[in-house]
């Protein structure tokens, strides 16, 4: 095991340099190729068929908004609301009314992300 850490470690470097090399060329590609705010533009370019994505992202300050959508219409609100799982009020539930557990687990679907392993070299010659 000892060498396939040593491996990882190593792999870990490398593509982190590899990334940081990647923004960069990135960085002084883009100047080279317009493409609008949150829009994606597809060039071809001595012989490189080259996409480009400017994306921007939006994020609603909960409390402001809550005082400026007095007196709209609900329909006329550009918001969307989104139902999700409390994982914590989940297994509360699991551990705690298993009754209610039953019904609602029919609805969820639990899933295995990906294994994340970090390994560190804490000692030398071990």
Not at 59 to 77: A, C, H, Q, R, W
């Amino acid at each position: 095991m000892k060498e396939l850490l040593i491996r990882l470690i190593k792999a870990k470097e490398n593509e982190n340099k590899c990334k940081a090399e990647r923004i960069s060329l990135e960085e002084q590609i883009a100047p080279f190729l317009k493409c609008d705010l949150g829009k994606t533009k597809t060039y071809t370019k001595e012989g490189f068929r080259v996409n480009v994505k400017r994306p921007v992202s939006f994020k609603l300050d909960s409390e402001i908004f809550e005082e400026v959508k007095k007196g709209i219409p609900y329909e006329d609100l550009p918001i969307k609301t989104k139902t999700e799982i409390d994982v914590k009020a989940y297994e509360y539930t699991r551990l705690n009314n298993p009754s209610v557990f039953k019904k609602i687990s029919e609805a969820v679907t639990m899933t295995s992300g990906k294994v994340a392993i970090k390994a560190e070299v804490v000692s030398i010659g071990h």
